[in-house]
């Protein structure tokens, strides 16, 4: 360290004396003095930052002692104390034509779940007892019968999320023995798990067969030993592989599972439980589908195209789900009293599916037309060109499922295209995040695009008034 270094250490304030500031007693009685500390001390930091690589200002340049306000530093602290007791997680308006999108928090709420969620929330519930006996009763049972009910199962379990759901599933039935799958369904989903960590952390052991692009029945059959348990299926659905292809049929799976004495259980991914080809979109396999196929467990997830909360369903053979009951690792896994309220109205919801394309987000956003679409994408246009400083036009453009469902299939949908001669697009950008509602969208040459297709309409005058704001 060089003298001047030191020197400008050296003469940093010392924490005692700012805290004896008078104006620091003001910021204290209003906010505490642990809040205080802890903010000052975070400036402390950031000027000996400054200082050890050596910019060239004194240390009360970078403190803010000599802004032309003398009490300009005790105003930032303000600014910055108050900056921190503002919620980090907020709702932003989703422009990118992605209606999955697993970085916003994947499927908005269908208005009956939210209005469970506020229910339940608002006092106590029958989480675990059961009105019917008087007694301690089951988390599960809330969402079991309805899961029944519209599969076909035989039994039902939920936990927190889908890989949770995998992990249950492999740990209860497979522990200290073999789980054989193609190399074609060794899927990485987000945050970069991939299924073969999720069955090592299971504490089972994974048998890769075949090749990435085909795999066939007899793979499996080579590959199995006297320590295998499941024969395990996973459904690509965050990407395709095309060309020279090939994988056995579920049936084909199911049949060599019963001559050989093992299970089959199927990680669906997204798991939907209407057709998809309704939607105009690919074919996807429905839960009731695959159910009917003969496989012994199947897992997907709650918050993708059943358009619900977070949450891993277990459909299947009642005897193997009553095993993961018992498994203490479900405690670990177990869903909170208002996702479970909120999954619950989400399903019910499938009792009557004509509804679900103007009741349910994900399928409202699924199912709009591109004219539909191309109306209230002109109505953003038009109400956003009364602001002064914006121009935007609407252009033709491609929507995607995402989320790790139906990859590669492409809604067509109407861009609004918003420029500025106030602010660059990364401008745009950059000014929309910081707005009270903040805009998500995407820049392309030098334009800030919105996709009508994911703006809820509901959203429409938040949307105009984050961009108003940036006049301000």
Known sequence: MNEKVQKLLQSLPKMDALLDAPECGILIERFSRARVKSSLQHRLDQVRAAVLQEIEKAPGEIFGFESENGNGFWADLETSILDGMVPKLKKVINGTGIILHTNLGRAPLAAPALEAIQDIASGYSNLE?????????????????????????????????????????????????????????????????????????????????????????????????????????????NYRVVGFTGAPTREELVALAKEKGLLVVEDLGSGSLVATEDYGLSPEP???????????????????????????????????????????????????????????????????????????????????????????????????????????????????????SMPGDELPSIIVAVSSEKHSSQQLQDALFEQKTPVVGRIHKDQFLLDARTIQESEFELLVESFRSLGE
């Open 129 to 237: 007892f059961d009105l019917g006996t008087g007694k301690r009763g089951s988390r599960y049972s809330h969402v079991e019968d309805v899961l029944k009910d519209l599969t076909g199962a035989e039994s039902a379990l939920v936990v927190n999320n889908n890989a949770a759901a995998v992990m249950l599933v492999v740990n209860t039935l497979a522990k200290d023995g073999e789980v054989v799958t193609s190399r074609g369904e060794l899927i990485e989903i987000g945050g970069s798990f991939r299924i073969p960590d999720v069955v090592e952390r299971s504490e089972a052991e994974l048998v890769e067969v075949g090749a990435t692009n085909k795999t066939r029945a007899d793979d499996y059959r080579d590959a199995i030993s006297e320590n295998t348990k499941i024969l395990l299926k996973v459904h690509t659905s």
């Open 286 to 404: 429905t839960v009731q589908d695959v159910l009917e196929s003969g496989v012994d467990l199947l897992t997907f997830s709650g918050d993708k195209l059943l358009g619900g909360p977070q949450a891993g369903l277990i459909l299947g053979k009642k005897e193997l789900i009553d095993q993961m009951k018992s498994n203490p690792l479900l405690r670990a896994l177990r869903m909170d009293k208002l996702t479970l309220a909120a999954l619950d109205a989400t399903l019910r919801m499938y009792y009557n599916p004509d509804n679900l394309k103007t009741q349910n987000p994900i399928h409202h956003m699924l199912s709009k037309s591109q004219n539909d679409v191309k109306v209230f994408a002109e109505q953003i246009r038009d109400k956003l060109n009364d602001i002064s400083f914006i121009d935007s036009k609407t252009i033709e453009g491609e929507s995607f499922a995402g989320g790790g």
